[in-house]
């Protein structure tokens, strides 16, 4: 039987680790690719209910999260000896570094658009191990990438970008999305408006500087110095890291604004039917889920006018974009969704051309041939 290598030894929380989850139930409920071994190479097996997987062993490494220096060691080193002592024949890298091999055919998913993030040199203070690793990230993204068979991205922007940085050719980058959680009908069909009628917007995020967060709270400023009557929820409370802690010590004096902290995935879904409308100001994704997530309410989206956040949004009638940095044109577009005085922007559907693949069973059949 062919073995297959789902390597993702570096993935451990948030986005990142339900795209891998994402990946093994997708392999696990299929019945295409019987001929296959999967194995799945993770940070601990405790991150999953591994009963639920028949069709996928699991091997743990613990380390991989310790330093830096151990992800290096078996990105570059001892992975080239494991795919041989256990006769690999397709290894496929889920957390966008592309191993050194001998002879086996593989593929890279890349899911960390921060390479091509603008450097601010104030994040130096706030996340000083991110900001540097951020700045290596393209010299560890354009190790051995050539070597893959495949790089996958999720969005056409991001494949245009890997083209341009890392001269590939066009036919070996698929464009793969993301899979898309279906919101629960009780979400979807149900009143949870909050007693009165303010206006509600609502941005659920972690905190990290390229989420933007301060554009909503500056734009919030200066709606409640007008009096203006609105509530805006993010999903911080100054805990999570010293990014938080500046927000929430710089804003929390503003009565419309609550920072409710982190809140598992139920309660986002209920924020988004308490909610009117979504703020998306984030300089950097490579989806931006709560999009894809709150179109699915109808509802208005107010979203940073950028190539990622145009694609995820495609042909949707209720949104409008600004500029991450413009606090003035975000306070307009609030007051005037709270006074009901404003028009949407005009969206288009954006074409894409092979490869290309909508899911994951389509990705390994692409994969595997």
Request: proline share 5%; net charge positive.
């Amino acid at each position: 039987m062919k073995k297959v290598v789902i390597s993702a030894v570096n993935l451990f929380e948030g986005g990142p680790l339900s795209v891998l989850k994402d990946c093994l139930f997708a392999i696990e409920k299929s019945d295409e690719f019987a001929e296959y071994e999967f194995v799945a190479l993770v940070h601990k097996k405790d991150l999953f209910t591994e009963n639920q997987y028949k069709k996928i062993s699991f091997v743990e490494f613990p380390k991989s999260r310790k330093s830096y220096f151990y992800r290096l060691y078996y990105e570059y080193f001892y992975f080239k000896k494991f795919a041989n002592q256990n006769n690999i024949t397709f290894w496929f890298s889920l957390h966008d570094t592309s191993p050194t091999l001998k002879n086996v055919p593989q593929a890279v998913y890349c899911h960390n658009p921060s390479p091509f993030n603008t450097v601010n040199f104030k994040d130096i203070y706030i996340q000083p191990i991110q900001f540097f690793f951020r700045l290596f990230y393209k010299y560890l993204y354009k190790i051995n990438i050539k070597k893959n068979k495949y790089v996958i991205v999720q969005q056409l922007w991001l494949k245009n970008k890997f083209i341009e940085m890392f001269d590939l050719k066009k036919e070996k980058i698929i464009v793969s999305f993301p899979e898309i959680p279906k919101i629960p009908s009780e979400f979807l069909h149900s009143e949870y408006k909050m007693e009165n009628d303010k206006k509600i917007f609502f941005f659920p995020t972690f905190p990290r500087p390229f989420k933007n967060i301060d554009v909503i709270c500056e734009a919030s400023k200066i709606l409640s110095q007008k009096n203006e009557d609105f509530t805006v929820v993010i999903t911080i409370d100054g805990s999570e890291n010293k990014y938080a802690k500046s927000v929430v010590d710089n804003y929390k004096n503003i009565k419309n604004i609550n920072f409710i902290g982190l809140i598992k995935r139920e309660e986002v879904y209920r924020y988004y039917a308490k909610s009117d409308c979504l703020i998306f100001p984030s300089k950097l994704e490579t989806w931006g889920l709560p999009i894809s997530e709150f179109k699915q309410f109808k509802k208005t989206i107010f979203v940073a006018d950028l190539p990622y956040a145009r694609e995820t949004v495609g042909n949707y009638d209720y949104v409008n974009f600004f500029k991450t940095d413009d606090v003035v044109k975000l306070a307009e577009l609030m007051s005037g969704f709270i006074n009901d005085n404003f028009n949407f922007d005009k969206t288009l559907s954006i074409e894409y051309e092979d490869p290309f693949v909508q899911n994951w069973n389509e990705l390994f059949q692409t994969l595997l041939k």
